[in-house]
């Protein structure tokens, strides 16, 4: 496997995981089930490792890029959007991933308190909005169908999706 392989395998992991980690949480929180929450922490903490190996695989997967050119262009300055996007929800959620951390630490100490979990929860829908953004930027990389700028009605892009003006000639 490539490194852009190993990059569009792992980058999955943090943008399926927070959310669904997020989920968990809340239904913890709402049944006061601390089992629930002890694993929603563990799935955050995972979510946040998986991040940062994305982050890590995203410089080589870009240079993958750059040895395809034959097979067309990538703008590079969607590139270097995912890439800065990347990198502030990365540290988001490495920051949620300690917070988890210090989340199961506390449980075990019987010291965790629901401000706490509220906390973490707060953080992993901040840290959802951001993977989904950087999942978008991600994604009009290599699918043109999905950048505002396709022309409307052509095989890159649906009826009704971009901006510009449909030629009648």
Known sequence: ?????????????????????????????????????????????????????????????????????????????????????????????????????LGLWRLQRGSAGRAWMAGTLTLALIATLALGWVATLGGRISHPEIRPSAPVGTATAPVGTATAPLDDN
Do not use: C, K
């Open 1 to 101: 496997m490539t490194d852009a392989h190993w990059h569009l395998i792992v980058n999955h992991l943090p943008v399926l995981g927070v959310p669904f980690g997020a989920a968990l949480l809340g239904l913890g929180l709402l049944r006061s089930q601390v089992a629930l929450q002890r694993a929603a922490l563990g799935v955050l903490i995972l979510a946040g490792v998986a991040a940062g190996v994305a982050y890590l695989t995203g410089e080589p997967a870009e240079h993958a890029l750059e040895a395809l050119r034959a097979l067309g262009p990538r703008p590079e300055s969607l590139i270097e959007a995912h890439e800065e996007a990347a990198l502030a929800a990365t540290v988001m959620t490495g920051v949620l991933a300690l917070a988890a951390g």
